[in-house]
């Protein structure tokens, strides 16, 4: 699970080493944010988060074919914010 500073050109171009069945590249600039890559070239931006009861969870955010990096930090961020007092991981 690396944690890198995520940009747009990453995200576009990235693929899964041949050696792993999928990938979670954490984002340094925003908290619990993190880019799923699959190796069929799918890739899916998740909010990682404790909810007020302290429980991990994750959240999807969206489809990064279709969503940008910004929209993603900007739906974290709301995301982060409506956990009622959790936080990202």
Do not use: H, W
């Amino acid at each position: 699970m690396p944690k890198l500073d995520l940009t747009q050109a990453f995200v576009k171009k990235t693929k899964v080493p041949e050696s792993l069945n999928s990938i979670d590249y954490y984002d340094e600039r925003m908290p619990g944010l993190l880019l799923k890559v699959l190796p069929s070239g799918r890739k899916t931006y998740y909010i990682r988060y404790k909810n007020p009861k302290k429980v991990n969870c994750q959240r999807k955010i969206g489809n990064a074919e279709i969503l940008s990096l910004s929209q993603a930090r900007a739906g974290a961020s709301k995301t982060s914010r409506d956990s009622n007092g959790g936080g990202p991981l």
